[in-house]
């Protein structure tokens, strides 16, 4: 037997749909969190380039 909610449908898709920006923004954070710890600074636009290239495909 599936357990009842005692919020109506559309409330518990409300709360849901808060709950994906808290998400978004912990992987954006993640993100930049690496970002900080691993990168480096470099004024070679083809490294630029061949790197997202390399994360892109």
Do not use: C, W
Request: aromatic share 4%; charged share 20%; glycine share 4%.
């Amino acid at each position: 037997m599936r357990p009842t909610s005692l919020h109506p449908p559309a409330a518990r898709k409300r709360h849901a749909n808060q709950a994906q920006p808290r998400n978004e923004s912990a992987v954006e954070q993640l993100a930049l969190d690496f970002i900080k710890n691993h990168g480096e600074s470099t004024s070679d636009a083809a490294r630029v380039l061949a790197t997202a290239y390399g994360v892109s495909s």
